[in-house]
């Protein structure tokens, strides 16, 4: 149980909170490369709390600046895209990528009104079909060198998805390894070769049993918070008989995201990343060790399940999530679909916009949401002095970060530890982009 203000102190990521200036030491995921692939790269993009204008000059370049145009106010998001930048469509002043003004036409020949305008801006980098940008003071930090990062654009798949909650609700429920065999329950197995793409349909790893039964059938495991150099990893053991265990190894990246298997072949990396304190998107890279990712295929699935341009989830609030009290009887926990997306939304919707922690009451198996908390009040405080928090890297140290694993399987109850090490070695080993390491 928390106060109202340790409550406020690790959820607000406004301009000038304690967390939102942490956060802003870190690159965040602002747009998908996919939403500025048509013929007119801008969109408007909301990124803790502040209104910015996300667009792609005709040289390449993307840029994310202030919404606002510093003459008169208007919208940017309306503007045109030409002379070398995004033109504001009321009197023609003119942008570049790094928010200096080109152009005042309406002033006289001899103005030199341009050279003191200055409208905000931040550096942009794509990486793995994502746009992610630094809102913070001084050099960015560098990127680790985590699988989603390093591996061929042809391995990886990015997507996003709006809540309409608080950003923390989210984060905590994909660090919590227990809700898994209640919340995305299945009542039925799926045909594993039916499962490409799909979150918890698959067989584990050396074994034929679908991950959806060992969920359903053990519902207490142990959970051990494990701290990284990242932030921590999870190891979640449910103990299958006397030989053997069921082993899943997750990680939380230090600060807003988590990286985690999402079949034999396949992590999901998922940040969740303020549009400002009641709103927020998952954004999550696909990285597969097998074969390259169908692209299309991953496309078409999940844009049949929302709607563009903001990327609305079809089932939503305003619809009661699609429940159905017919499939919550026979077919699945929720009786909200097989999309475990759609669960995860309703469970952190429902717990208001904010959560109000101070009438919670965390137990022995919400550990990891416990040991997350005390990392982020840390390094609030850290940053609040002047400190470098964790996961604010330079280069070198940034090279050494790599992996992480990420395993689902099944292997001796008396050597889970050199199990999952064995079989994450493996696994690289069968990647053909990771040099086997
Ligand atoms: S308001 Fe933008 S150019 Fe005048
Ligand atoms: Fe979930």
């Known amino acids: 149980m928390l106060s109202a203000e340790q409550n406020d102190l690790i959820t607000r990521t406004g301009p000038g909170t304690p967390a939102g200036d942490l956060m802003r030491r870190y690159w965040q995921p602002a747009a998908l490369v996919d939403e500025l692939s048509g013929n007119r790269p801008v969109k408007p993009v909301r990124l803790f709390g502040e209104d910015l204008v996300i667009f792609k000059d005709e040289q390449g370049r993307y840029g994310l600046i202030g919404r606002r145009c ?3 106010g ?13 033109r504001c469509a009321f009197h023609g002043w003119l ?8 152009e005042t036409p309406a002033e006289p020949d001899d103005s030199n009104l341009c050279a003191n305008i200055r ?8 990486k793995s079909g994502i746009l992610f940008a630094y809102l913070g003071p001084g050099e960015p930090p560098a990127f680790p060198h985590f699988d989603c990062f390093v591996a061929p654009a042809s391995y990886t798949f990015a997507f996003k998805g709006m809540i309409d909650c608080n950003w923390l ?8 390894p227990v809700h898994t065999s209640f919340l995305h329950r299945f009542f039925h197995d799926e045909d594993p070769s039916q499962a490409y793409g799909k979150l918890f349909r698959d067989t584990s790893r050396d074994s034929d049993m679908p991950m959806s039964r060992i969920m359903r059938e053990f519902t207490r495991p142990r959970i051990e918070v494990e701290p990284t150099e990242f932030g921590f990893r999870l190891v979640t053991l449910r103990q299958i008989s006397e030989a053997s265990t069921h082993v899943r190894v997750t990680n939380l990246m230090f600060p807003n995201a988590f990286i985690i298997p999402m079949s034999r072949e396949m992590t999901i990396t998922q940040w969740h990343v303020p549009i400002d304190d009641e709103k927020h998107y998952w954004y999550a ?4 060790f097998g074969t390259p990712v169908d692209k299309d295929e991953m496309r078409r699935q999940r844009l049949a399940l929302y709607q563009l341009p903001d990327y609305i989830p079809n089932k939503n609030k305003s619809n009661d999530y699609g429940f159905d009290p017919h499939e919550q009887e026979h077919e699945t926990y929720t009786g909200m679909g097989a999309d475990i997306n759609v669960h995860d939304q309703w469970a952190c919707e429902s717990m208001g916009t904010i959560q109000d922690r101070t009438s919670e009451h965390l137990g022995t198996s919400d550990k990891a949401i416990s040991a997350y908390r005390k990392l982020l009040r840390q390094a609030i405080e850290q940053a609040g002095k002047g400190e470098k928090p964790i996961m604010v890297l330079d280069g070198a140290r940034a090279a050494r970060i790599t992996g992480p694993a990420a395993v689902d399987g099944i292997g001796p109850a008396d050597d889970w530890q050199g ?13 053909s982009w990771t040099n086997g390491h």
Request: aromatic share 10%.
């Open 119 to 126: 409208q905000k801006s931040y550096p942009v980098v794509e």
């Open 419 to 431: 199990y999952w090490q064995k079989s994450e070695a493996s696994k690289r080993r069968a990647a």
């Open 95 to 102: 942008f570049d990528v790094h928010g200096k003004c080109l």
């Open 169 to 176: 609700q989210s984060l905590e429920v994909g660090i919590d």
């Open 74 to 86: 208007t919208d940017l998001a309306y503007g045109r895209l030409e002379g070398g930048g995004l």
């Open 70 to 72: 510093p003459h008169r």
């Open 285 to 288: 890279i696909f990285t597969s």
